[in-house]
T-cell receptor
Framework: GAVVSQHPSRVICKSGTSVKIECRSL??????MFWYRQFPKQSLMLMAT?????????EQGVEKDKFLINHASLTLSTLTVTSAHPEDSSFYIC????????????????FGPGTRLLVL | DQQVKQNSPSLSVQEGRISILNCDYT??????FLWYKKYPAEGPTFLIS?????DKNEDGRFTVFLNKSAKHLSLHIVPSQPGDSAVYFC???????????FGTGTRLKVLA
């Protein structure tokens, strides 16, 4: 299957600093990537859809000035958590949309391994 | 408003038996459904999917059933293996989009 990587896997930062998380598609080009966050024992919540070469589309309730998304190339999307606070501590996961090689009706998303953010 | 629900937070099954994980949804505009498996501190791994025009899809030990009238889908794993122990999420896609709406997850434990 398609491989998606994330870096870093874990980050601890002080309150007020900004943190950048990278999401890369390693063996395919991804025109669309998605960013999710997951709180402990809860579901994955979609934050935003990242389209290469255009502005990201944010879900309701997600602050676009707080969570900056850049999708500058077909293999890289970045999420920057600006002025991070303890309530931003979470598990952030990206995914990339891959075309169904059999020509199916929908494309499957492949997920990265996630980034654990802890803001002190 | 949780549009995709997995009402069983956990399930324990003996090795070799069938595991049945359930998922209910409320939005009739969902037209594609998927199951993902997730280990702690890792991203979800795709298992199997089904389009709303079908009622069953099978891939090896995994079978997904869709009952549109009941807005219910289920994942059957048979035979269950200890390596299947993980959290399983169902996800649904609204028609015309590629967004995934995830359920709350069910933790499966397969006992040796």
């Amino acid at each position: 299957g398609a491989v998606v990587s994330q870096h870093p896997s874990r980050v601890i930062c002080k309150s007020g600093t900004s943190v950048k998380i990278e999401c890369r598609s390693l063996d395919f080009q991804a025109t669309t990537m998605f960013w999710y966050r997951q709180f402990p024992k809860q579901s994955l919540m979609l934050m935003a859809t990242s389209n290469e070469g255009s502005k990201a589309t944010y879900e309701q309730g997600v602050e676009k000035d707080k969570f900056l998304i850049n999708h500058a190339s077909l293999t890289l999307s970045t999420l920057t958590v600006t002025s991070a606070h303890p309530e931003d501590s979470s598990f952030y996961i990206c995914s990339a949309r891959v075309h169904n090689r059999a020509g199916g009706l929908k494309e499957t998303q492949y997920f990265g391994p996630g980034t654990r953010l802890l803001v002190l | 408003d949780q549009q995709v629900k997995q009402n069983s937070p956990s399930l324990s099954v003996q090795e070799g038996r069938i595991s049945i994980l359930n998922c209910d949804y409320t939005n009739s505009m969902f037209d594609y459904f998927l199951w993902y498996k997730k280990y702690p501190a890792e991203g979800p791994t795709f298992l199997i999917s089904i389009s709303s025009i079908k009622d069953k899809n099978e891939d090896g030990r995994f079978t997904v059933f869709l009952n549109k009238s009941a807005k219910h889908l289920s994942l059957h794993i048979v035979p269950s293996q200890p390596g299947d122990s993980a959290v399983y999420f169902c996800a649904a896609t609204p028609s015309g989009t590629y967004k995934y709406i995830f359920g709350t997850g069910t933790r499966l434990k397969v006992l040796a």
